[in-house]
């Protein structure tokens, strides 16, 4: 659930602001909310410093620049000047790569023309015996002057690349080939040079390595002196009192409070406004909290004064993994690969929620597949396995039932909404959009899957649309009133529609699953394993189908999966994802 927070507010002499700043920070429950810019010389002074260490971190940590073997940490003597270094070595092999780029191209550019001095060529023109180099395309090299040599170095479709020789300045009417600042063989040994140079810099870097977990170390200890004067200078000065103000959660008030009486301070205590930004934070009970991972993968925090949809996110997200991964081979796959990685990481890793999550999203693959009678595909198990539910394996009937889901799912929205309205009137409302949505189902019924609609289908819209237009707004002005529930109704009459059309997603991507499989299936047994060429091509080909569709199961579950959730349900919900999370100023 959403905690609920207190706005608080502490006051303190100037003198004691530092002290204050520093013993809120121990009490680790404040989220600060600046009252002015935080600005100073010491915050410009630290920002400079996060910038430099943030730049030297960012480099040891590039792939190449790991070093292979085991070094022991160890802090630099000075810091800054160690980050400057590694920072400059990084810069000098930027400018190596760009040369060596360049060298290159020029190489690959003069390779046609063999290998010459370009100093030798300037002497000669300098005693006017003038050298020019051309691309001439071959038909035209009889029509040049007698006067002038020509000597064809190589042809390339019906271009020589020609040496012009001359007592006299050449100016020929083709393309002339700059002379180069050295030649290809000079050209050659300068790039082994900067590439033997690159090589002994990068290993260089690669030295300072030792040094990563001191800067990491004490980039922690920069953002927590920025954090600590950033509160301390976004205070508001008034006179001899300075106030800092921020939120906390309504259990901790407490504690600040005692804290407040010992050292003096003055606290006022209020309950937020609407106008106030107010931070989120979701405390989860204990077996719903296994979703906290996808939520930080998404990277969405709901607003303070929306509703925390982890429980029903949790039921149908589970649902959905079952559909879209459809195979009870594959949910045994993901089951067995969370044991192996539990096994391996899981005294690495504080938190273990992650595992359990796994554990029950396989568990709805397998029961899935076990209902709809797939293991690694269907075509191959006819008269093998029979499914426990035929109908799953009848398309007409499979996406009739994701049109179902979408009704259940998006009334649950409203219901939802409803509960919280009461005792308005205004929760009326949401009752017509829950007979709008199953209107809409039915004619989702009718229109894709060829099903009748039934008789009751038009009253239940016209009661859906009657509750929506008398109850968006009611109003003492009733015309006023019905205005704003049409607009509300013409806005969103469609898109109720779309949106239970859009669980259609589940059959669609499922069947592709099923199908890949079956594709592959089908390929591997018609190259059979009548010999052992082909029974290894055959294995080869059952492991490439059945990875890739492994592999791309859990992308369609963020793609798709994570949508119904967090776009359809939460538009029907109201819930816009504006909220930022709760982090409290502390040690």
Partial sequence: MIVPMKKISVLVRVKDADSCVAG?????????????TPSGKNISALLEDLVLINRAIAILSEIEFRSQHSCEDKAPHDWRFTAGHIIDIRKRIEQLLEYSRNLKNNISQWQAWGDFKPEEVNDLNRKNIFIRLYKIPVKEIKNISKGIIIKKIKVSGGIAYCIAISREKLELPFKEAALPKMGLKKMQEKLKEDQALLESIKKE???????????LEKRKLLEKELEFYQARNGMAEAGEIVYLAG????????????????????????????????????????????IKPIFKIIEVVPGYRELDISLWFLIFFSIFFGMLIGDAAYGAIFFILTFLAQKKWQRKLKDKAIFNLFYILSLFAIIWGVLSGTFFGQAWLPGWVRPLVPALRDSLKVQSFCFFLGALHLSIAHVWRGIVKLPSLRAL?????????????????????GDNFPGFGLWLLITGAALVLFFTNPRKNIIKGISHGLGNLLLNLVSNFTDIVSYIRLFAVGLATVAVADSFNKMAMEVGFGSIAAGILTAFILLLGHSLNILLGPMSILVH?????????????????SGFSYQPFRE
Avoid: M
């Fill in 561 to 577: 999966g994570v949508r119904l959730n967090v776009l359809e349900f939460c538009n029907h919900l109201d819930i816009k994802w």
């Fill in 24 to 36: 809120l920070r121990s009490l680790g429950v404040l989220h600060v909310e600046h009252q002015r």
């Fill in 247 to 290: 939120f906390a959660p309504y259990d901790t008030v407490n504690k600040l409070v005692e804290a407040a009486k010992k050292e003096h301070w003055g606290i006022l205590v209020s309950e937020p406004s609407e106008n106030d930004r107010v931070p989120t934070l979701i405390r989860y009970p204990r077996w719903v909290s296994i």
């Fill in 429 to 449: 409302a949401e009752a017509g959009w829950i007979f709008i949505l199953w209107t809409a189902f039915l004619l989702a019924r009718t229109l894709i899957l």
């Fill in 205 to 215: 870097v690669k030295k300072h390595n030792c040094y990563l977990k001191a800067f």
